[in-house]
């Protein structure tokens, strides 16, 4: 949600003051999501997949730092970057709003 957020104050500012808290929003939500799926990943795999499935989340997680600018540069180049950022905000808005409505508690298989 923090995410979503920062990108919609960038969708719609352009102040280095809202711009910062955009960051700080930013940080905020990438810094937190980390240790949530590093978590996720060790109370859903059996004791003996751990080591692999915490490795293979880290690998996961740097394709997709790769794969980023390969997807939204030609969004960015097609909408714009202020554009670019509503409608990725708009995309992690929704995600997190199924996120809160389809919960499973930490540990559990949906």
């Known amino acids: 949600g923090t995410m979503a957020l920062s990108h919609v104050v960038v969708a719609l500012t352009s102040g280095v003051v809202m711009m910062a ?3 700080g929003l930013s940080g905020l939500g ?3 999501l980390v240790p949530y799926i590093a978590n996720l990943v060790l109370s859903q795999a059996p004791p003996d997949m751990r080591a692999r499935a915490v490795g293979f989340q880290y690998t996961v997680m740097y394709i997709g730092d790769f794969m ?7 969004l960015r180049g097609l909408i714009g970057n202020h554009a670019a950022f509503g409608v990725i905000g708009a995309l992690l808005a929704a995600g997190a709003l199924a996120q809160a409505l389809i919960r499973h508690p930490l540990g559990t298989a949906p």
Do not use: E
């Open 21 to 23: 808290v955009a960051c």
């Open 68 to 74: 980023n600018p390969l997807l939204v540069t030609p």
């Open 30 to 32: 990438g810094g937190s």
